[in-house]
């Protein structure tokens, strides 16, 4: 998938550079890094701005069916990168500007993980400075690491 920051068009292109379809991503005005769903059907990316959402939504329909756009304290600023988390379905996403990584719930769109602490930078354990990327480990159960109520 190639994403353009003008207009926010988003492509997928095979090897041979052959255009499958080409569409403006739906309630996005910056878009970052968009990837396929887990289920290869549909496309997750990050508007990044402030405040930043995002966005997944059906190429062929330009329909988005989940927007993650939280207001006030928990707003987003500027992120960059949002993965569909396989197993649970849950949403990884690089809060560039709040210096935090977290994982949206899907269903409810809490907050369920969170790395960094949202406005300080630092390079210590617990804290973040501007992230900006991630890889996945397929084989973590991200619910199953959350503390027991």
Known sequence: LVSEISEAWISRITREGKVLWSVKAPKVRYP???????????????????????????????????????????????PSLARELPETGDVIVVDDLNDRVIVVDRQTQA?????????????????????????????????????KP
């Open 32 to 78: 970052s890094d968009a990837f396929p769903t887990v289920d290869g059907k549909q496309v997750i990316v990050a508007d990044f701005s402030k405040p930043g959402r995002v966005v997944i939504f059906d190429p062929a329909t330009g329909k988005p069916s989940w927007v993650y756009e939280p207001k006030g304290e928990q707003a987003l600023d500027h």
């Open 111 to 147: 907050v369920i993980w969170q790395y960094g602490v949202k406005g300080q930078k630092g390079h210590r354990p617990g804290l973040l400075n501007y992230p900006d990327g991630l890889d996945l480990d397929v084989f973590r159960d991200w619910k199953g690491a959350l503390p």
